[in-house]
């Protein structure tokens, strides 16, 4: 728990910094996201999804934990964010098994009850 409320204190404190330093480039990445993740033919929960499997393949812990959160805020269950993390796995072989550890410790800590 320590460790998931460390990257989620050092991700806001990185995008506080970059908003006061008026970074154009952080700017523009975030107008990129809020586009990337607004319903399409490809509904916002159904693309969090896609990136969970996406952030196991790259093993980057901060865009898990991200991603697992805004999947279940956007209505996903316990079980399509495991199948998402599978996916992940599957792409990545071998070493995505052992990064999915760390999704999985995020997925704990939502307490899912369905």
Request: one cysteine or more.
């Given at each position: 728990m320590d460790k998931l409320r460390e990257i989620s204190g050092l991700r806001k404190k990185a995008h506080s910094t970059l908003l006061k330093k008026k970074s154009k480039v952080y700017e523009a990445f975030l107008t990129m996201e809020k586009a990337t993740y607004s319903d399409g033919a490809l509904t916002n929960k159904v693309k969090e999804l896609v990136a969970v499997g996406i952030s196991v393949?790259?093993?980057?812990?901060?865009?898990?934990?991200?991603?697992?959160?805004?999947a279940a805020q956007a209505g996903a269950k316990e079980?399509?964010?495991?199948?998402?993390?599978?996916?992940?796995?599957?792409?990545?072989?071998?070493?995505?098994?052992?990064?999915?550890?760390?999704?999985?410790?995020?997925?704990?800590?939502?307490?899912?009850?369905?």
């Open positions: 393949v790259i093993n980057c812990e901060s865009c898990m934990q991200w991603h697992i959160e805004q079980r399509e964010i495991i199948e998402a993390i599978e996916v992940g796995i599957e792409m990545g072989g071998g070493p995505a098994t052992t990064y999915a550890r760390f999704a999985l410790e995020v997925l704990e800590s939502l307490n899912f009850n369905d």
